[in-house]
């Protein structure tokens, strides 16, 4: 792998300790030679990584969210240093990052591609997904009327809550919570997975990466919520049909070469013998 020439530590100040940390792992890059800046922006603007190797996020899995667009727009690898709780895409401790950063930088890592969503509406807008794009009921508004379609042929209806539209990486995340499967993050799919639906028959459905997935609402009442990884997007009203796809760049999410993804989930989730980590 290529040496790491440059960081951004994109910061969660939300998190006790966070800056703290930032601030530590740079002198330890600087010592490398490394060029390192530390920003507290949180989504990072989408220029904030131009000519940046790495970007190491510091806080959780919702600080690595919020640096998505910009690592797409750049290109950089993207680190996670995890201050919080689950740490499925932020998987560092600071200690371990502390320890292994000198390794790191001369090129001792692994990257793991992750595949993205893009979510278009129907005026052009678009938005991009790592975990997934999730389509509810405005808050007490009841159940909600979906038609999905795959490149053109209709899927199903779906009375329900809402749906999930998840990314291997983001069915460990709520698509797992609603029932669906986890999917290795290698896999090359898309997750459909339907909120509390009306119907016994309606279970998660499985796309390969190839699919233009349209989703669309005709019925009367308020539009659906288009909330993605987590932040509400698309505000107007009008956004439907809304098509759903893998997008064509993906997300370099850094690892250590001897990494497991199913030993955190395991870990993470308390997930079978808990003999075997």
């Known amino acids: 792998m290529q040496a790491i020439q440059s960081i951004t530590f994109a910061v969660n100040t939300t998190k006790p300790g966070a800056l703290e940390a930032a601030r530590y792992l ?11 800046r530390i920003s507290t922006d949180y989504p990072l603007p989408a220029d904030a990584l131009d000519g940046q190797n790495l970007c190491c996020a510091i806080g959780g899995d919702g600080t690595l969210l919020g640096v998505l667009e910009a690592a797409l727009e750049s290109g950089a690898a993207v680190l996670g240093v995890n201050l919080g709780k689950l740490g499925f895409l ?33 005026s052009g807008e678009f938005c991009y997904g790592l975990n997934d794009v999730v389509l509810k009921e405005t808050e007490g508004s009841g159940l909600i009327r ?27 995340a709520y698509n797992l919570s609603a029932g669906g499967p986890i999917i290795g993050p290698r896999v090359s799919a898309i997750a459909m997975t339907p909120i509390c639906p009306h119907t016994l028959g309606n279970r998660s459905v499985i796309f390969d990466s190839s699919s ?41 999410l850094m690892q250590n070469p001897d990494h497991s993804h199913f030993a955190i989930v395991r870990n993470k989730l308390d997930w079978g013998d808990p003999t075997i980590r």
Request: hydrophobic share 35%; aromatic share 8%.
């Open 90 to 122: 932020a998987t560092f401790t600071q200690e371990e990052a502390g320890r292994d950063l000198p390794r790191w930088i001369q090129g001792h890592y692994a990257i793991s591609e992750r595949s993205v969503l893009r979510c278009t509406t129907r």
């Open 146 to 172: 979906l038609q999905v379609a795959s490149n053109g042929n209709p899927v199903s209806e779906y009375h329900c809550d809402g749906l999930i539209f998840s990314t291997p990486t983001g069915s460990t």
């Open 212 to 252: 233009a997935i349209t989703v669309n609402h005709q019925t009367l009442g308020p539009c659906p919520r288009i909330i993605i990884d987590g932040r509400v997007r698309f505000k107007s009203e009008g956004n439907f049909p809304i098509q759903i796809a893998v997008a064509e760049r993906s997300f370099r």
């Open 26 to 36: 740079a002198g330890i890059a600087e010592c490398e030679g490394v060029q390192t």
